[in-house]
């Protein structure tokens, strides 16, 4: 008789998703977290009265989290206190102009217009084009399995849509930017989010330039910090008996001859027997250290090994005592798209650290959204920027500082005025911090990279091919990265779970 039905390996909203539905269902579940908190990297922290965002900073497609609360018998609304994010964000362009665009696609397309009317009717098509997609497909692409060739096959089928939006899938981000847009301004202010899904828009798939759509269908930001929504799933599956272990480092999954996953062994040495073990981390990690490669064909050691890590990013937080003259939750500061592609290849594949005149990235105030996160009158900057996961020859604990502080600098000098000298705390996260923090190889922040070759059917499977058992919650598997799309992995491995081992 095993100790749990379902012992989960680290409390994400990935884990935890799949955690809570499971207890819901009448599972004993206990979900083990490393860590001395939940949410992974949707998660929040406290210094000196600041609340910090670990990584994610807004939700939405908002329907694919809601699905997650229906099983939960609730809704999002009702778990958690979501604020609205209107405008949805601003830009600062390079020779400092900005431009702020509103949740709604005519007032978007209006500051559009503005730099450009010809590209003020791209916008107004381009957004059809994908409301179509949306209107046609319904999201439902997200909640379905994608662990064989006839799972990908069958959602074709299933969701006729998808054929006829194939061509995006073949396309690139930047090939998409060209289709609808003509102005470089306007094709900048719409580049940046390709790094939402982890790559520049010469390597996204063309699918991908949903997003900046996407968030006019709202952006929604959780009053409190990103972790209230873990915190939901952690309580809602408490209810239901879900039991969830801090500071429990898991070092193996245990595996018995006949290829079964058995439980897992902790670093304290404690062994916990389960008849199914979820996985909510880097899959890499999770087969070559934690099963071991013994238990591993050649072709799935070889398989495993061949993915690569996702993009990270250094994250600096300022606590600062005014009111930064920034317009919008989030400001996106852009550069020539070219230069945006070419920085993939010139700086971060060869680890080299970008300059702060090089810099483009992403800066959130979520105080603008929340003043509770920050003492009065104080306010919250994130800095979001570029630099490569691993460093050629030198290591992030030896230019952390030195690269947050000119970066700093250099925003108050050309961005943000003003913002030197009213720094009250900077906390630093490198991607080794990240890494460290997360045990998150690379601080890869989608674990692997989400070009075609590693998408739906080409990610590691929900349900392993190797073990049984095993199943898998997160951003290694379809659909990849981010807290809705996680969440919806989450419900896809519960389903699984409960069709099979313990129906
Ligand atoms: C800087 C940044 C910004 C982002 N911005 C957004 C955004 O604005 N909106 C959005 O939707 N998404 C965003 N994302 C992506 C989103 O946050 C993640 O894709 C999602 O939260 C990942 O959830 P997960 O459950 O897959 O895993 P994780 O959040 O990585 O959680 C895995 C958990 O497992 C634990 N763990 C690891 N190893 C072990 C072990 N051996 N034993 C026990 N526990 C272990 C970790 O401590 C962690 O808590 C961002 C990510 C980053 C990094």
């Known amino acids: 008789m095993a100790d749990y039905d379902v ?3 680290g409390a994400g909203v990935g ?19 490393q860590s001395g908190q939940v949410g992974g990297c949707c998660s929040t922290y406290d210094v000196n009265g600041y609340k910090y965002d670990i990584g994610a900073s807004v939700v939405e497609m908002i329907p694919i989290i809601e699905r997650a609360f229906t099983e939960l018998g609730t809704t999002f609304e009702k778990e958690v206190d979501l604020i609205q994010c209107d405008p949805i964000y601003s830009v600062i362009f390079p020779d400092n102009t900005r431009m702020t665009i509103p949740m709604s696609v005519e007032g978007a397309a209006d500051a559009i217009g503005k730099i450009s009317a010809e590209d003020r009717v791209g916008f107004l ?22 662990n064989t060739m006839g799972d990908f096959l069958g959602a074709f089928k299933k969701i006729p849509a998808l054929s006829k939006f194939n061509k995006y899938f073949f396309m690139t ?28 828009p010469e390597q996204a798939v063309g699918l991908f330039a949903i997003i900046p759509y996407m968030e006019h269908k ?46 897992v062994i902790l670093k304290d040495g404690q062994q916990i027997s389960a008849r199914v073990v979820v996985s909510n981390i880097n899959a890499r990690k999770l087969y070559l250290d934690l099963v071991g490669e013994e238990h591993l064909s050649p072709i799935v050691r070889s398989g495993i090994k061949s993915y690569q890590l996702s993009k990270s990013t250094p994250y600096i937080c300022l606590g600062v005592d005014y009111d930064p003259p920034l317009d919008a939750h989030h400001t996106l500061v852009t550069r020539d798209v070219d230069d945006i592609n ?19 990235g992403l800066i959130c105030c979520p105080t603008k959204t929340d003043p509770s996160l920050a003492p009065s009158g104080h306010h919250i900057v994130a800095l979001d920027f570029q630099g490569p996961s691993k460093l050629a020859g030198q290591s992030w604990d030896d230019v952390r500082q030195e690269f ?66 095993l199943y898998l919650a997160g951003a290694s598997t379809h659909p990849g990265g981010g807290v809705p799309t996680v969440m919806a992995s989450g419900v896809i491995a519960a389903n699984q779970i409960s069709g099979s081992q313990l129906s």
């Open 125 to 146: 098509e381009y957004a059809r084009t994908f409301e179509s997609f949306i209107q046609a497909h319904g999201l439902d692409f997200f909640h379905t399995p994608m």
């Open 173 to 200: 981000y930047n090939d998409v930017l060209n289709k609808f847009f003509k102005d470089p301004k306007v094709k900048q202010s719409l580049a940046y989010q390709a790094f939402y899904c982890g790559h520049s």
């Open 15 to 33: 884990g935890l998703t799949t955690g809570s539905i499971l207890a819901k269902r009448g599972k004993k579940v206990l979900v083990l977290e």
């Open 404 to 469: 947050s502080e000119s970066l700093v600098d250099y925003l108050s000098e050309r961005i943000i005025p003003g913002l030197k000298d009213h720094v009250k705390d900077m906390t630093i996260s490198s991607p080794l911090d990240f890494e460290r923090r997360l045990h998150n190889p690379g601080g890869a922040f989608y674990c692997f990279q989400q070009d075609l070759t590693a998408q739906t059917v080409f990610r590691p499977a929900s349900k392993s091919k190797s073990i049984k058992g």
């Open 218 to 263: 709202g952006i929604y930001y959780p009053r409190g910090g990103m972790i209230k929504i873990p915190q939901a799933l952690q309580r809602l599956g408490e209810k239901s008996g879900m039991q969830v272990m801090l500071n429990a480092d898991v070092v193996k999954v245990t595996v018995d001859g006949h290829h079964q996953a058995t439980g």
């Open 7 to 9: 012992v989960i390996i």
């Open 342 to 360: 070419t920085f993939w290849w010139e700086k971060y594949r060869k680890g080299a650290l970008p300059t702060p005149q090089e810099q483009f």
